[in-house]
Each structure stands twice: as structure tokens, then as C-alpha cells.
């Protein structure tokens, strides 16, 4: 996958170089903040992270994805790392189906049941993209930040070796609390 543009992108979190790769939307494009220095003979700091303005933007106490962002951007600029936000909201449902679910979790389903009441997968999610996005920036070897395995199956499937698994743990909240069982008893996440 051919980066569409690259320039540097100073942050709280450390300077970047920021990239955008195609979607197949060209409004929202794939993004991937690449430490400058990245060292790509040793394993990887790498993050693939997916869209979910309400955490990420607004901070939302309903997930724990706000979270998980900044501290992964903390280590991506401390580790000269990588960090690929997949422009795939709500688990690849998108914002309205997204807050339509949230409706449906007021009533007293989990995420995982909105998501099957509105008739879409528990998980959408692809990570076919960030794998085409780590082949274009030249990373083979990773230690990937992340809670689920099945993205660290992804990884090893296509090639990649994934040297270990870096846990990232956001902070817990009655509000979210729900949110991150069904994580933990549904999906198998290790938190
Ligand atoms: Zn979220």
C-alpha cells in the first residue's frame, strides 16, 4: 500500500512523521504516526489502533479506547515506535451504529448483543490494512502493543514475526466496567 504523503508532526506525545495511506474513502484516509528514528533491524513498538472518536476525542468513559491512544502514543514516542489508526469506527460499524448499539446497551444488552440486535458481526474489524500499511513502512519484526489476540494472530498469519505482546491497560470505570468484561468473557481480551 503506497503512502499518499508524509511530513513531520510535533506532539505532546513526541515528534512523529505523519502518513496517510488510502482507505478506499479519500476523506478518510488510514493514518500511521512513524517515530523518525525507528530502528527496523530490531523489533517494533507498534500500535494498531481503530477509530473511536468518542474515546479518542472526546474522552468517553463508555470504552477504554481514549486511553489506550495516549498511552500508546507515549510509548511510540518514548520507543520509537509505531502507531496505525484505522479509520474503522465502532468496531467497522461506524459512529451512527455505533451510538445506535449505545441505545441498545442503555437497555440492558452488552456490546457485543447491540451489535448482533442491529444486524451486523460482534466485530467487524479488519487488520488487513495495517498489515499492508507495516510491509510499505518496512517493519518485519513486532512487539505489539495490545490486549487482544486475535490481532496478534493477524499479525503472525501474514507473516509478520511478532516477537511478544506488550499489554496496554486503560484505567477502569464503573461506566466502561461493562464494556471491558464483555472484552474480557467474549472476546478473549487479556485484561
Ligand atoms: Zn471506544
Known sequence: MGELVSTPLPTQFGDFLIKTFSSGNEDIPHVALVHPEVDFSKPVLVRIHSECLTGDVFGSR?????????????????????????????????????LKAYQLQEQGMDTIEANVALGFDADMRTFVPAVAILQS???????????????????????FLTVERVPLIGEEFDSNRNYLNTKREKMGHQI
Request: overall charge positive; aromatic content about 2%; glycine content about 14%.
Open 137 to 159: 513502512l518496512g517493519v518485519d519484526k513486532i512487539k505489539l502493543l495490545t490486549n487482544n489476540p486475535i490481532k496478534l494472530e493477524a499479525l503472525k498469519e501474514a507473516g
Open 62 to 98: 463508555k470504552c477504554d479506547c481514549g486511553d489506550q491512544l495516549h498511552l500508546a502514543l507515549n510509548q511510540c514516542g518514548a520507543e520509537k515506535g509505531v502507531l496505525i489508526y484505522l479509520r474503522q469506527e465502532g468496531r467497522g460499524i461506524g459512529l451512527t451504529n455505533k
